[in-house]
């Protein structure tokens, strides 16, 4: 679990490195967009990483994935809405629950991995594969595991994600593994949170 609260900081972390980008692409929610604040800074950074590892300017290493990081913080906190203490003081409602189902997701689901972490079954073993192979590329298109000298010819950004996180937390590979099946729980909660937020705020009144 020591590595659940690792991976839930980091997450947290990256949510408030979107959240000025999401507040300026999200202004007219009534959240302003903070429920969707942690799954983009997730994609954004994992975006990074992939393109400069594909392009040849970064190498896939806990190096690459923090200056992947730094530069959505960068370009997030630059063109975004800073004022976060005046968005928490508007918002508190929204922040505390967002949070508080997050993680209750996460780590309900972790609990609920950790008594059966078995990476077997159905896809599981081949996703496994592909998370080491990830892991073990310097740069993108990733090694193939089943064929030496050849690049994956399969989609894997969802591994890269997960190999973000894995890159910057320092996880071994089978704990990532199921925390990444953990993560597919919480995020998508808050979103729908956020979706339904949405929803009852253009419901007539009464």
């Not at 973000?164 to 590979?173: A, E, H, I, N, V």
Request: glycine share 8%; hydrophobic share 55%.
């Amino acid at each position: 679990m020591a590595y659940a609260l690792l991976w839930w900081f980091v997450i947290s972390i990256l949510g408030l490195t979107a959240l000025p980008l999401v507040r300026r692409l999200f202004s007219a929610l009534p959240d302003e967009g903070y429920a969707f604040a942690k799954p983009l800074g997730l994609l954004l950074a994992s975006y990074v990483l992939w393109l400069g590892c594909s392009l040849g300017f970064l190498f896939n290493s806990p190096g690459g994935a923090l200056f992947s990081l730094m530069a959505v913080a960068a370009i997030s906190w630059t063109t975004g809405e800073r004022d976060v203490r005046g968005f928490i003081r508007k918002h508190s409602r929204e922040v505390i629950f967002t949070e508080a189902l997050f993680a209750f997701a996460f780590f309900a689901f972790a609990c609920f991995r950790a008594y059966s972490p078995e990476i077997l079954g159905t896809e599981k073993p081949m996703e496994f594969a592909f998370l080491n192979a990830i892991l073990r590329s310097q740069r993108f298109p990733p090694y193939d595991p089943w064929l030496s000298g050849f690049a994956i010819s399969y989609y894997y950004f969802g591994y890269v994600m997960i190999a973000f996180l894995t890159r910057l937390t320092g996880t071994p590979s089978s704990i990532a593994f199921n925390l990444g099946i953990a993560l597919l729980f919480p995020l998508p909660a808050i979103r729908a949170f956020g979706a339904t937020h949405l929803l009852h705020s253009k419901l007539p009144s009464p």
